[in-house]
């Protein structure tokens, strides 16, 4: 779409530098679209005292759409020690802006897909009757709430009264935790609502429906935590019953699932989950086919807010490096599932198909696909920049 605006939105560490790779990509591909940077990280909450400033906020919710490179948040000590002198005892209290910009715009719904690239030497292998080595081959696409559960900051460390005598009066807290002193008790509060959690098992349906997935999987955990995990799961046998009847539904609990990870991946399809059991599986499945250098993900809102981004980290250390080593393909692989959402998909399967031909040669590998430690000679001994895998994504464009 002609005159399109994209908020760019570098971060910390490595995000700059994989998502100047993204738009070169995009721009040699022909999306035409004009780029707006965005302030967001490290940098301005030691500054200004906020790593996600108001005027952040204002470009989003004029241009809708975000790529997103990658965040450092550190604990609450480090993160004040670090804040400018002249902020230190003003109250100023570090978050995550990334989880900020998720409650902000309510991106409820998060999609990670973990797809295989053939040829990719990280792919996860097994071996098959007769001693044999099997590949399977990993297409799951993990369905996050984003914005409820642990996630949702409701916590304390000695909490106040009222919320201690609320606690007392369930008789499990009396029995179990009644006579932990108060200033001794840390707690968070794993909250789900109907709302939101019938919003993204109908998201995930959906998609499984649109996309010719045959199965829905439901990784929680309702046979302990009965009351969230339970209700997730009630509603999703609702949902299925009344409007995806030909979706098989499957139910697992998020610590099996990660044990069945490695026996039949392929098996699975479109799962469903809540924040942090979402979080949980998505980085399992992600290393059954590369790692974080190969998960891409992106965020929904509601009222039409998208924000597109890897689900690696900053990696400070590496972005200081003369010759960037970084696999790029994760921040590429979310700017195509923008570029899907856009309608653009002519020109987001032209850059899959790109990056499918230079894996499957094998010519040309980052450190990681080498499987080796992240140091800069890794170049010296036959890994590639991050600036040359791009490179050789954009010669393969057709």
Not at 82 to 95: M, N, T
Not at 228 to 241: F, L, N, P, V
Not at 323 to 330: D, E, F, K, L, Q
Request: hydrophobic residues 40%; contains cysteine; charged residues 25%.
């Amino acid at each position: 779409m002609a005159g399109r605006s994209i908020v760019l939105l570098p971060g910390d560490g490595i995000g700059s530098i994989v998502l100047d790779q993204a738009v070169r990509v995009l721009d040699a591909a022909g999306f035409d679209a004009e780029y707006i940077y965005g302030d967001i990280g490290w940098k301005y909450w030691c500054s200004e005292g906020n790593p996600l400033p108001e005027r952040t906020l204002k470009l989003i919710q004029k241009h809708r759409i975000a790529l997103f490179g990658a965040i450092t948040s550190k604990p609450n000590d480090e993160a004040r020690a670090e804040l400018d002198p002249a902020l230190q005892d003003r109250g100023f209290v570090y978050s995550s802006p990334i989880v900020g910009l998720r409650q902000y715009f309510n991106l409820d719904i998060c999609v990670r897909p973990c797809r295989s690239y053939k040829g990719n030497p990280l792919n996860f292998i097994r071996r098959g009757s007769g001693n044999t080595i099997e590949e399977p081959r990993i297409d799951a696409v993990i369905f996050r709430q984003n914005t409820e559960c642990l996630y949702s900051g409701v916590e304390w460390t000695n909490p106040p009264d009222n919320v201690y005598q609320a606690l007392q009066s369930h008789p499990k807290f009396r029995k179990n935790f009644g006579d932990v002193p108060v200033d001794e008790l840390s707690v968070s509060v794993r909250i789900f609502t109907k709302k939101a959690t019938e919003r993204i098992l109908k998201a995930a349906f959906s998609y499984a429906r649109e996309n010719g997935y045959k199965s829905v999987t439901v990784c929680e955990k309702p046979n302990v935590v009965r009351e969230t995990s339970g209700m997730m799961w009630k509603m999703a046998r609702e949902i299925q019953k009344d409007i995806f009847p030909e979706i098989k539904l499957i139910n697992t609990n998020i610590d099996a699932q990660m044990m069945w990870l490695t026996k039949n991946p392929e098996e699975y399809g479109v799962i469903v989950a809540g924040n942090m059991f979402g979080d949980i599986v998505s980085d399992g499945f992600a290393g059954l086919i590369g790692g974080l250098g190969f998960a891409c993900s992106a965020q929904y809102s509601a009222d039409g807010v998208a924000v597109f981004e890897p689900t690696h980290g900053s990696a400070p250390k590496y972005a200081d490096y003369s010759t960037p080593i970084v696999n790029p393909i994760a921040m590429i692989e979310s700017a195509c599932m923008m570029l899907d959402y856009l309608g653009e998909k002519k020109i987001s399967g032209s850059i899959r198909d790109a990056i499918a031909e230079v894996i499957m040669e094998g010519r040309v590998r980052t450190y990681d696909m080498m499987k080796m430690q992240g140091r800069p000679e890794v170049i010296d001994n036959g890994a590639v920049s991050t600036i040359r895998m791009t490179d050789e994504i954009i010669s393969r464009l057709k």
